[in-house]
C-alpha cells in the first residue's frame, strides 16, 4: 500500500490482490466532500478524521469540517451575550448574538433590546460605560488601541445614533458615542427607554488556535 501526496491510499504491485477492498479505500480516503441531509446523518458517520467535510443540504451546501474533536461550520452560531454596564434593561428585553468563525477572523453581531423598565429612561441606560462579552473560546490577539467596528443606538421611534466598538480585553467589547472624548451612551444622552436597541457589528482576529 501506498499513500499518495494528496492522501489517497492505493495499492501497490506487491500487495495481494484484494480488487473490492483496495477499491473501497481508494473511495474512502479520497477526501471528497460528503453531502448529507441533516445533523443526524453528519453525526453518524463512521470513521471520522481531521479534515473530512461534509456539505450540509439542509443549510443550503454549507461547509462543515471534523477538526479532531468536533464539526467546524461556516454558518454562524447564535449566543446570548450578557451585556453589562446597563442599568436595567428591563421586563421583557433581550440580549442576543451571533458570531462566524473563518480561520483566525471572528464576525460578530450583538444586539441588547430594553424591556419595560421601573426606572425612567435616562436611569435605565445609566451612564457607566457599556460593555458586550464576546463569544467563549474566541479571545482577540492583542487589544491595545483595537478598533472592533460600529453599531447604532436606535429608539423605538426610529432614531438612530452612531456608536463605536473598541476592545476593552481579550474577552469584552466596550459600547460608546464617538467624539472627542468619547462618551458613554447614557452620558450621551441616549435612553433606554421600552423598545430602543443597541445592536453592533465587529471583527476581529482571534488569539485561539
Not at 8 to 22: G, I, K, M
Not at 56 to 85: C, H, K, N, Q
Request: glycine residues 14%; charged residues 15%.
Amino acid at each position: 500500500m501506498q499513500i499518495l501526496q494528496n492522501g489517497v491510499e492505493v495499492p501497490t504491485n506487491s500487495d495481494p490482490y484484494n480488487l473490492t477492498d483496495d477499491l473501497a479505500n481508494i473511495g474512502l480516503t479520497s477526501n471528497v466532500i460528503i453531502p448529507v441531509t441533516s445533523q443526524a446523518q453528519r453525526d453518524a458517520l463512521a470513521g471520522k478524521f481531521v479534515g473530512m467535510t461534509v456539505r450540509r443540504m439542509d443549510f443550503r451546501g454549507t461547509l462543515e469540517y471534523w477538526d479532531g474533536s468536533g464539526w467546524v461550520s461556516e454558518r454562524g452560531v447564535a449566543y446570548t451575550p450578557i451585556w453589562s454596564g446597563v442599568a436595567d434593561f428591563g421586563s421583557g428585553g433581550s440580549l442576543t448574538g451571533t458570531y462566524w468563525v473563518r480561520g483566525d477572523q471572528v464576525t460578530v453581531r450583538a444586539k441588547a433590546k430594553f424591556g419595560d423598565s421601573a426606572l425612567s429612561d435616562a436611569g435605565a441606560m445609566g451612564t457607566g460605560a457599556v460593555f458586550c462579552p464576546l463569544p467563549a473560546g474566541y479571545p482577540i490577539a492583542g487589544v491595545e488601541n483595537v478598533t472592533l467596528g460600529t453599531g447604532f443606538h436606535v429608539t423605538a421611534g426610529g432614531i438612530i445614533s452612531s456608536l463605536v466598538v473598541f476592545a476593552s480585553n481579550s474577552t469584552t467589547a466596550s459600547v460608546w458615542v464617538g467624539g472627542t472624548p468619547v462618551k458613554t451612551p447614557g452620558e450621551a444622552g441616549l435612553t433606554g427607554a421600552i423598545g430602543n436597541y443597541m445592536e453592533i457589528a465587529i471583527t476581529y482576529q482571534t488569539s485561539a488556535v
